[in-house]
């Protein structure tokens, strides 16, 4: 599995409660940010990948690429498993596929998870730009 | 200090309504009985990330504007559009989106709630087998049994077990907190002995497991209210459950679909499904036919992958198998406070959930061709008004691509990421505390929503705004006929 | 007559387009077909406000017109749909719901072509030599009226449930399918050559799904039923291959018969010991 | 605002009218003796029938059920779609319509008033928010009452008075009509998926039966001067062998009859007019029911006329729905509602070829028919259970003509044709009967004053129908009853013409009518302060949440009643 440091996984979008929180906080809060681009990973998953919590990772799919900060899962262990909160760094990466119903896929898709020490994780604005050339 | 009580709370579909707040110089400082969010939701009216002004978007930066301006602007956009989208909803009023569901019938556009990216595969499929539901209260007052699969209420309904369900306290059912309580209690407990006898007998451990476990019954099989988690994670909620599936991503099409042969008395080829030893769905299932009345709640991990619309066809399913032999119900968790109104409202006004769209002159439906994630995927739509929604943080980024490459107008309280991309941001006053109105709970109990502070000078509710911007779409059209008549 | 249509440009709002039907064209003059009223965005349009329009004839005049289509439709939706005779030969890609409630005649799309092809169809075949999208031959939300009769030719892949609810008819893809082949069929026939994606048959009461290549999995809701050395796919179309033929879906009580090629499945060996 | 309608055959059986050509005048929305000949505005009915507006007594048109059955249902609204136009908002069909779709076919068809049948109390938001976008019509919902908590332990514990108060309380927390009884007893035992099965059966864990819950509610009904009686649904609604739980519901309010009152409705009655042990030996059984209407006067009815098309049944009688399931295998929706009430969806085709449905067919023909009074009897189709609305005017067409029940019975299975009595019957109704079960004997069962005549200072709701009894003798022309009823000639609303020629002129709100139930003032509070005490043990919503407030009444129209209690 693991390839020049480099981890195959499943990933998986979702509901945190700290990410609740930060909505309703208001989306240009720190607290939102920083609970959205994160990555919750196996410890043993990053054991493998040789990094500590708080490391800056690459997530990649067949629809984009994000940097993001790993984060020790406390509901492990699901191996293989990588989860990122809902929000718009996990848009870029989940698969818009909607299988002629109208929901994209943001569960299951495949994914590589890289150390990624150089890159940084961008702010929202930052990250905005970069996607869409506005905000 | 005004104490204004029975309060509902605009965050989740749990819309619970006992909260009580202190208002104090036109401001929230204290609310009491609600959950984290429902905390930070009702203390963000003051937020300094507030819109207080509309805004325009003049050479690719932000200008403050005047609302009749916003407004106007706004109207010309959508009176000129070939096949706008108007998204969002869930997080207002059943009365604004009355409004709205007006003015995409007006502009012949295609009209969307959140439900597409949460619930939408779940409404499908249960217009294709029907729904054994019922309120909350009477899951409170009766079950039994109790499933949560693919949710996590811990997380994304905080109140949920104490209010409705293993923790609440019902008529013919009792709470189940003291026995988990003292479930936690005794693992405590067995922690202490586990190392003290590591400590002081110093003897195998696995003789110190055998001496141990008799004492300790598979809680599935103790009496009163019984919890069961299905999910991917060993999440919050699945910590307190008295049996966890951990079922492999993806797989819960096959788990659900074994669970229905085991329920139907009929035997498998197979020794695991999903990950999952047929034996322990065995259990499950005895757990299952034997209750009085179990209650299964399914949340986004069954309808955001995977077989996606099809799990819930196979739980769908399996609940009306289980009805042959037992009473159960099965219910959706649904997450933005009023997502299930935004259903409610669009069916009784067009026949159809989400996805309906007016270009021919009358509502057509089908998820997949009329629905927003699509259109914008296909790059069909020419312009967007968004309302009470942030689309941009919860779509796919080539589908927030086409919302922000076209004119894309957002109504809401807070600088969303959505308004960041926007062209014309109108700000609006929370729904629940600056504004009254309606809500559905996710068990279709409509719930009123109180105003208990006024909002920032200038800001109206959404459903005043779209009125505005409906009667100027009206008026615009009505001069364009003039024009082209003279 | 021959009708040629050219689409004057590049559509970027779905067009709604029924009238193109051999049906509807049949007696009129190509200005009044020019005429007929079509839908782009949420404005109302003449066809040949969209398209070139020129009429041949040909040299053996069938009953009912042959419309040909020079180019990109995939925006337009509902081409042929309710047809009951003639014939439509579409040169690039076609929108959804192509050939919808068709109850005879022909539909021949030399590109793909988006989802519900032959939705809700009764009769006439469809052939497309590229791929399909989802729901191919599958009914209206809500609706168990699935393909009642007729056939479906594809030669491409083809999305998620195809051939759903199906009660006759066949199916004939020549490529890889998606999720959910032949959900909850209770009749008629679907051929895959290659591969399928999970859950094959899903709730299945009856009919019959033929599996050339590799499928990732089957449902524990299926038993093993025996083996076999050939399988008919229609009168002169026969696969020569051991296949293994399941039974199911037992959740649904069913009897329909899934095979799958034995040769690309070696996961599925461990249901030998059943036999 | 001054109308004046000329010359038409006025059928108005409240004032005894009979098909009299005469004038009729309408000013600021009444029905008024004459009006200013000059000033008003004219409508010529020559050669037209001119009726008061349609009344319906039960029609499911609003609320969580009828909302369920719609989203439960796309197969049915996309070939039946309303286009906007001017004036009227878009929308969609068949048998469960959109709300604005529902609103224009009716007033296309000439009925004004429109009473929702079952309200479940904690969300009778929904129900109003449906009913105030159901535009023209006025309209009424019933409560449902019949299993509620508080109801079956004061009813087991002999407290009418308590009881009375506090169905008081919840009529006007709800904006309700009526007492809504649906199958008694039955909807709590369904709680746990268990049912009752007789008058006499025991309602599980709460020690009452079906009996004294009909009997105990008739009490409260008459305590509190409702002006309709309670409304029922029978117990074993649905299940071969009922007209006898029917019959025997009837007899048990025969002595709480007083000056020869009705104090009960039994509704949508074909479907509790099953005689037969089971499916196979089942058959009619309105001549025992018809006759024994007949020789009361206690009890009226309405028909649940069964059409032969593909609908949608909804009702508050979970257990049946859950049976209706599984003989079907269709699609099912359930809807339990705590502490009150149930409810279940089933999509449903009649076939003219099936023995029992071309029976159930028969049977409500047969009521209507055999009952001779036609005050007793009502038209409905308990829409959309038997049918959708659209319907009533083949029903029209079936009374009034036998010609037209031949032509219909002639296409029907064999079996239920040899059985069935309507080839014996040759009453056909005339446009009087029509009148009176299609409006004035709907008005009157209800208690609504200022409805189904055209007396003076009525409500100035007027269908006009292009038919001239003169020259067509309807049982013969029965398609040109059907033409004329379908699409009114005029409907008027409120004195306003919101109809001509079968389309819809405007779009405008109509009434919402409730029960102001006023009691005697000291109980109030002691009410209320019950109440709340048992709110968090019964309900999971606030007290202060639970009514419906008048901000969600479009256009309230609320009606005094003085209680007993």
Redesign the interface.
Known sequence: MVEKHKLKVVLLTGRTIEQGVGKELGKITSEYAESVSVCYMDPEDMKKLDIKDGANVQVSTAFGSVVVKAKKSLRAPHPGVIYIPYGPWANVVVDPETHGIGMPTFKGVPATVEPAPDKPVLGLSELLKQQFGKG | MPVV??V?CP??GSLC??IELTIENGEVVKVKNGC??CE??FL?HR?E??IRKPLIRKD?EFVETTLEEAIRRTAEILAE???PVLYGWSNTS?EAI?VGI?LA?E???VIDNTA??CH??S??S?????????????I???ADLIIYWGC?P???H?RHIE??TAFAEG??EKSAWRGYMAKIRSLIGLKKIRSAAKRLVLKEPSEIEARLKPTFVPSIAREGRKLIVVD?????TAEMADFFI?VE??KD??LL??L??LV?D?E???DH?AGVPVEYLEEVVDAMVSC??GALFFG??L????????NI?AAL?LI??L??R??F?IMPMR?HFNVTGA???F???????Y?VD????????????T????VL????S?AALVVAS?P??????????HL??NPLIYVGP????TA??ADVVIPSAFVGIEAPG?A?RMD?????LKKVVDPPEGVLPDEEILRRILSEVRKIKREKTKAEAA | MIVNLYPLKEFKLPVIAECINPEVFKGKSIEEIGRLEVWEGNKQRRLNELFKLEAEEAESSPEAPVITIHGDVSRVRRIGAGMKNGEIVVKGDAGMHLGEEMRDGKITVYGNVLGWAGSMMRGGTIEVHGNAGDYLGAPYRGSTEGMKGGKIIVHGNVGREAGAHMKKGIIKIYGCAGQFVGFRMKGGTIYVQKDCEARVGACMVDGTIIVGGCVESVLPSFTIEGLRKRVKIEEGEVVEAPFYLFTGDLTENGRGRLFVAKGPNPHLSHYEKFL | MELLIRNGFVFDPINGVNGEKMDIAVKDGKIVDKVNESRAKTIDATGMVVMPGGVDIHSHIAGGKVNAGRLLRPEDHFKDVERKTAVTRSGVGYSIPSTFTTGYRYARMGWTTVMDPAMPPLEAKHTHEELSDTPIIDKASYPLLGDWWFVLEYLRDGKIEECARHVAWMIKATKGYAIKVVNPGGLEAWGYGRNVESLDDPVPCFGITPREIIRGLCKVNKLLHLPHTIHLHTNNLGKPGNYLTALETMRCVEDLAENGKPVIHITHCQFCAFKGDDWRTFQSGAEEIANYVNAHSHVTLDMGQVIFTDTTTMTADGPFQYTLYTLTGNKWTNHDVETETSAGIVPFHYKRKSYVHATQWSIGLELALLIKDPWKIMMTTDHPNGGPFTAYPRIIAWLMSRKAREATLRKINPKARSRSLLPSISRELDFYEIAIVTRAGQAKALGLKNKGHLGVGADADIAIYNFNPETMDPAKNYRAVRRAFKRAAYTIKGGQVVVKDGEVLKHMDGATMWLDVQLCEPCEIELNENLKRRFKEYWTVEFENYPVSEDYLAVSHPIPVKADV
Not at chain 2, 392 to 401: G, I, L, N
Request: charge should be positive.
């Open positions: 009580k029975a509902s965050v989740c309504d006992d984290a969010m930070a939701k963000s937020s990330h507030r690719g559009a070939n096949y059943c009355s007006e019938e502009v012949g556009g597409v990216v939408g595969p409404l499908l249960v217009q294709d087998m029907g729904i054994p539901s019922c309120t909350l209260g009477q409170r007052h009766r996590d811990w997380s994304a905080p209010r409705y008529r013919f991917v994670r060993r999440t919050k951990q991503p993806g099409y096959e679909q074994a229905r042969a139907r009929q498998l080829e197979v499904v009085d009345f986004l991990g309808t955001m992958g995977g077989a996606k619309l099809r066809d399913s009306r198998d009805n042959m037992t009473k119900v997450g259903n409610m409202v069916t009784w006004q067009t026949g159809y959930p996805a007016f270009s021919l002159g009358y509502p057509r439906y089908n998820p997949g061709e629905s927003v994630v699509d995927l296909r790059g069909e020419d942030d941009v943080s919860s779509f796919p980024r080539k589908a927030a691509e922000a490459r807070h600088m969303d990421v960041q991309v309606t559905y279709h109990v409509p719930i009123p």
